[in-house]
């Protein structure tokens, strides 16, 4: 059973006032994750972003009352670089933007907070770069060699251990082609449903059987058609 929010919001409160009386310079405090969404379960750990006047970032793991938090400790410059360039340039991966963009100011609402934070709804609403021509093709490879090794396979077990990882590249594939930005694991189907209701549902069939069913390679094609199809064409690295 997860904890109630007065629960939570006690051992929080607590534990910054235990923290806070070893640390000088924290201006600003993020309650970020999943106790911000209202996701958290019974293992989540409490995301705090300490931001203020640090030489640094560093991340800390602490455990209070049976809870861990991570801290996220940085001045507002690293913050802000994270949000503006480092998160958007070649990845779908935003941890920082997304923590800022749906966290909760529990300690120092002040200007420079509130505009952090609206530089990061607009750099998690914008979305990640668009991939490059050479990172669309390394996609096409990918999938194009692990379906040919699956349709290779006889052994049942092997086919499918081959499917599920063509599964899960195909799934990433997609989040990355089509800018949304990553998700932890646990929510990637949840995600999915979301935002391609067509590609979720056929992702859950080949779940029920994988290593069968016409299921997968449907998958493969409906990813790949839309940046080149299979990858039969020849290419120089």
């Not at 933007?97 to 709804?121: F, H, P, Y």
Request: with cysteine; proline share 3%; glycine share 6%.
């Amino acid at each position: 059973m997860v904890q109630s929010d007065s629960s939570i919001t006690s051992i929080i409160k607590e534990f910054l006032e235990q923290d806070l009386s070893t640390r000088s310079n924290v201006e600003t405090i993020v309650l970020c994750g999943s106790y911000a969404t209202g996701k958290a379960g019974d293992h989540s750990d409490v995301d705090l972003c300490y931001i203020g006047a640090f030489a640094n970032f560093r991340r800390e793991s602490l455990f209070y009352n049976g809870r861990e938090s991570q801290l996220m400790i940085a001045p507002w410059s690293w913050y802000e670089h994270v949000v503006n360039e480092y998160e958007r340039k070649g990845t779908n991966i935003a941890t920082i933007t997304v923590m800022l963009s749906t966290g909760q100011c529990i300690k120092g609402d002040n200007e420079k907070w509130r505009n952090l934070q609206s530089i990061a709804i607009d750099s998690y609403h914008n979305g990640p770069t668009p991939l490059s021509a050479d990172e669309i093709r390394k996609i096409r490879v990918r999938i194009t060699d692990l379906w040919e090794d699956f349709c290779d396979k006889r052994d049942h077990l092997e086919r499918i251990w081959l499917s599920i990882e063509i599964l899960q590249k195909c799934v990433e594939a997609q989040f990355t082609i089509q800018k949304w930005w990553a998700v932890k694991t646990k929510y990637v189907l949840e995600e999915l449903r979301t935002c391609d209701a067509l590609m979720a549902n056929l992702v859950e069939r080949c779940l029920k059987s994988p290593g069968s069913g016409p299921e997968l390679e449907i998958i493969c094609t409906y990813v790949l058609e839309p940046i080149g199809g299979w990858m039969k064409e020849s290419w120089k690295e």
